[in-house]
């Protein structure tokens, strides 16, 4: 061998030699959501599995349970690894699951036991760990830290568990230094308080108390083998990851429903390979319900006099004001309502444009999570009359066919999933009267057919977590499942003759920019070819407000708000420091051809804050 090639071997050899750098949290995870790798995966397991499996044995105190709730753990996160926001935080993301899937183990344990009356069948107490002497103490711990809202959970786990320092923890979030410090500061306070009313003394040495556990071999690649397995999930495992991300799904709905920001990301697609039992035979599907297409502006015949174009209603910087399809500005709409510091989500005009409702949310909140209930007003737009304010708690609203009533969803949670209620209530707007739909249960009307026959709304399965837009007669006795959207809230808006919806949704074959949360995407559901497609030329870095069909169908209405990489897209107290929120964006509003082409930009304004939003939702009539 040449020296020369000698040394050429020598440098690969070395090189090979060298440490190959290790993923980073973030990298694992999003090659992981990206690709379903299973070596991603894997490598998750084994990265977080100690933690997690400390985690389960000090909540559960059970040797056996323990392990059911770790692989529960690791079925969530296979379920729902893209809510991860930012993809840097999912240890911590990985601790707030553990300790619910460890109260959950304990939660099916308890029913089963209860259920099993022979004293001789109660598992041998060598089952069971051996107690530290402060284990009840570290149990409260476990739980308080996965009761932190995420953002103050993250800074933690990295700083007290991992102990990564400041900066490091920071740039790992993705979050100035200030910003991790006050959240640091406001978790350590909250967790001296919450362990003090539990009669727990924090302790001394910090969160480094709560060890890490060694993991067996064999329960990794149990756990590993879970992602693609062809079998049903073990029983006790399915039980705990189903019951865990049930109260994640109603959690996000009740988050939505009450005016609140909905997480980033939603994951809500099928069990697939992770089913917990077999494939049934499909029941044979009823006929469909077809909605039928009625006359419009456009294909009504010719009057003597063209019809007006209409007029929109959209929220502007501080106020809704009236607007011609080609920008100009109009009358400003005045609410007599007695909050004036409350929230008015979007305007739902009726079919002759005269009246306006909306769903309030009452400010300050009204519960102790922050969360704002809503209530019911409308007023006619000129302000002649005094405004009306229903006490509902409405999750949806909609005018119904003839105009002379709204359709509102009331959104009714409770502690069980099984005991959450949705009522479509039908409001009579001339004598307030309250008409309650008889329509299949978890159901939700988001509009009304023009020949008033059938509801376009969506059908809520608790237990499979799944959400399918649907056709609904108006009795309730016939429904037509249309498609599985993965936002919570999709919001359709259904075309002045009736064939047609926009919505909102993920796109599943989208890949988020790097630094940007998924973003929702709009979308036109025909309903004869019963297929759904993605509008055209809506900006990849928009951050989608509302949208609206034109009064003769032809054109849509729909304003969206500029995302930047990095730049958070709301405020909260955690991050009023943050520089990234004085950075300029903008609002716009659209108008195109039904299928996005042609696009219009009637409206654009700037602001130097980035989580304000200048051009809102809207309506046209």
Same mark, same amino acid.
């Given at each position: 061998?040449?020296?020369?090639?000698?040394?050429?071997?020598?440098?690969?050899?070395?090189?090979?030699?060298?440490?190959?750098?290790?993923?980073?949290?973030?990298?694992?995870?999003?090659?992981?959501?990206?690709?379903?790798?299973?070596?991603?995966?894997?490598?998750?397991?084994?990265?977080?599995?100690?933690?997690?499996?400390?985690?389960?044995?000090?909540?559960?105190?059970?040797?056996?349970?323990?392990?059911?709730?770790?692989?529960?753990?690791?079925?969530?996160?296979?379920?729902?690894?893209?809510?991860?926001?930012?993809?840097?935080?999912?240890?911590?993301?990985?601790?707030?699951?553990?300790?619910?899937?460890?109260?959950?183990?304990?939660?099916?344990?308890?029913?089963?036991?209860?259920?099993?009356?022979?004293?001789?069948?109660?598992?041998?107490?060598?089952?069971?760990?051996?107690?530290?002497?402060?284990?009840?103490?570290?149990?409260?711990?476990?739980?308080?830290?996965?009761?932190?809202?995420?953002?103050?959970?993250?800074?933690?786990?990295?700083?007290?568990?991992?102990?990564?320092?400041?900066?490091?923890?920071?740039?790992?979030?993705?979050?100035?230094?200030?910003?991790?410090?006050?959240?640091?500061?406001?978790?350590?306070?909250?967790?001296?308080?919450?362990?003090?009313?539990?009669?727990?003394?924090?302790?001394?040495?910090?969160?480094?108390?709560?060890?890490? %556990?060694? *993991? #067996?071999? $064999?329960?990794? +690649?149990?756990?590993? =083998? !879970?992602?693609?397995?062809? /079998?049903?999930? &073990?029983?006790?495992?399915?039980?705990?990851?189903?019951?865990?991300?049930?109260?994640?799904?109603?959690?996000?709905?009740?988050?939505?429903?009450?005016?609140? %920001?909905? *997480? #980033?990301? $939603?994951?809500? +697609?099928?069990?697939? =390979? !992770?089913?917990?039992?077999? /494939?049934?035979? &499909?029941?044979?599907?009823?006929?469909?319900?077809?909605?039928?297409?009625?006359?419009?502006?456009?294909?009504?015949?010719?009057?003597?006099?063209?019809?007006?174009?209409?007029?929109?209603?959209?929220?502007?910087?501080?106020?809704?004001?009236?607007?011609?399809?080609?920008?100009?500005?109009?009358?400003?709409?005045?609410?007599?309502?007695?909050?004036?510091?409350?929230?008015?989500?979007?305007?739902?005009?009726?079919?002759?444009?005269?009246?306006?409702?909306?769903?309030?949310?009452?400010?300050?909140?009204?519960?102790?999570?922050?969360?704002?209930?809503?209530?019911?007003?409308?007023?006619?737009?000129?302000?002649?009359?005094?405004?009306?304010?229903?006490?509902?708690?409405?999750?949806?609203?909609?005018?119904?066919?003839?105009?002379?009533?709204?359709?509102?969803?009331?959104?009714?949670?409770?502690?069980?999933?099984?005991?959450?209620?949705?009522?479509?209530?039908?409001?009579?707007?001339?004598?307030?009267?309250?008409?309650?739909?008889?329509?299949?249960?978890?159901?939700?009307?988001?509009?009304?057919?023009?020949?008033?026959?059938?509801?376009?709304?969506?059908?809520?399965?608790?237990?499979?977590?799944?959400?399918?837009?649907?056709?609904?007669?108006?009795?309730?006795?016939?429904?037509?499942?249309?498609?599985?959207?993965?936002?919570?809230?999709?919001?359709?808006?259904?075309?002045?003759?009736?064939?047609?919806?926009?919505?909102?949704?993920?796109?599943?074959?989208?890949?988020?920019?790097?630094?940007?949360?998924?973003?929702?995407?709009?979308?036109?559901?025909?309903?004869?070819?019963?297929?759904?497609?993605?509008?055209?030329?809506?900006?990849?870095?928009?951050?989608?407000?509302?949208?609206?069909?034109?009064?003769?169908?032809?054109?849509?209405?729909?304003?969206?708000?500029?995302?930047?990489?990095?730049?958070?897209?709301?405020?909260?107290?955690?991050?009023?420091?943050?520089?990234?929120?004085?950075?300029?964006?903008?609002?716009?509003?659209?108008?195109?051809?039904?299928?996005?082409?042609?696009?219009?930009?009637?409206?654009?304004?700037?602001?130097?804050?980035?989580?304000?939003?200048?051009?809102?939702?809207?309506?046209?009539?």
């Amino acid at each position: 061998m040449s020296r020369a090639a000698l040394s050429a071997f020598v440098s690969r050899a070395s090189r090979a030699a060298e440490p190959l750098p290790v993923e980073t949290d973030g990298g694992l995870l999003t090659r992981f959501v990206r690709d379903r790798d299973e070596g991603a995966f894997a490598a998750l397991i084994h990265r977080f599995g100690p933690m997690v499996l400390g985690v389960c044995r000090r909540v559960t105190r059970d040797a056996h349970l323990a392990e059911d709730a770790f692989q529960a753990a690791f079925v969530v996160l296979a379920r729902r690894a893209a809510d991860v926001y930012p993809a840097g935080a999912v240890r911590s993301w990985l601790y707030g699951v553990a300790v619910r899937t460890a109260r959950e183990a304990r939660t099916v344990a308890a029913r089963r036991h209860a259920r099993e009356v022979p004293v001789a069948q109660v598992p041998d107490r060598a089952a069971e760990l051996v107690e530290h002497p402060d284990a009840d103490a570290l149990r409260a711990l476990d739980e308080e830290v996965g009761a932190l809202p995420e953002h103050l959970r993250a800074a933690v786990v990295l700083c007290e568990l991992d102990g990564l320092s400041r900066a490091d923890a920071a740039e790992r979030l993705g979050v100035p230094e200030g910003t991790l410090s006050s959240r640091l500061a406001k978790a350590r306070k909250l967790l001296a308080g919450r362990l003090r009313a539990r009669g727990v003394a924090a302790p001394a040495v910090g969160l480094a108390v709560l060890t890490q %556990a060694a *993991l #067996a071999p $064999a329960l990794v +690649a149990r756990t590993s =083998a !879970l992602l693609h397995a062809t /079998a049903p999930l &073990p029983r006790a495992v399915a039980a705990i990851s189903n019951g865990v991300l049930r109260t994640m799904f109603l959690r996000k709905l009740t988050l939505g429903s009450a005016g609140a %920001a909905l *997480l #980033a990301v $939603a994951c809500l +697609a099928a069990w697939g =390979a !992770l089913s917990t039992s077999a /494939a049934k035979e &499909p029941p044979k599907a009823n006929p469909p319900l077809v909605l039928k297409a009625v006359p419009t502006r456009a294909t009504q015949p010719p009057a003597a006099k063209p019809a007006a174009p209409g007029r929109l209603l959209v929220w502007k910087e501080t106020k809704h004001v009236f607007l011609t399809p080609d920008g100009k500005e109009g009358d400003t709409f005045v609410s007599d309502h007695p909050d004036k510091k409350a929230i008015f989500n979007e305007p739902v005009l009726s079919p002759d444009g005269k009246i306006v409702a909306f769903r309030v949310n009452d400010d300050p909140p009204t519960d102790q999570g922050g969360n704002r209930k809503q209530h019911l007003y409308f007023r006619d737009v000129e302000g002649k009359k005094a405004g009306v304010k229903i006490e509902l708690n409405p999750m949806t609203l909609a005018w119904d066919w003839d105009g002379k009533a709204l359709l509102v969803t009331e959104f009714i949670p409770a502690k069980e999933l099984k005991d959450t209620e949705l009522l479509v209530w039908r409001v009579d707007v001339a004598t307030q009267k309250k008409t309650k739909l008889d329509l299949p249960k978890h159901t939700v009307v988001y509009a009304a057919a023009p020949d008033g026959e059938a509801f376009v709304g969506a059908v809520f399965d608790f237990k499979a977590m799944k959400i399918s837009l649907a056709t609904i007669s108006r009795d309730g006795k016939d429904v037509t499942k249309l498609c599985e959207v993965r936002n919570e809230m999709p919001d359709p808006r259904l075309s002045p003759d009736g064939t047609k919806f926009l919505f909102q949704d993920y796109d599943a074959d989208e890949k988020p920019a790097k630094g940007t949360p998924p973003l929702r995407r709009l979308f036109v559901y025909d309903l004869k070819a019963q297929s759904r497609k993605r509008v055209a030329d809506v900006p990849l870095n928009a951050s989608l407000i509302g949208y609206c069909w034109s009064p003769d169908g032809k054109q849509i209405a729909y304003t969206w708000k500029q995302v930047q990489p990095g730049v958070p897209l709301a405020i909260n107290t955690e991050n009023m420091n943050d520089p990234k929120l004085n950075t300029e964006t903008e609002s716009h509003l659209i108008i195109s051809d039904a299928t996005g082409k042609n696009p219009k930009t009637v409206m654009s304004i700037k602001s130097e804050f980035a989580p304000r939003t200048t051009i809102g939702a809207l309506d046209w009539r």
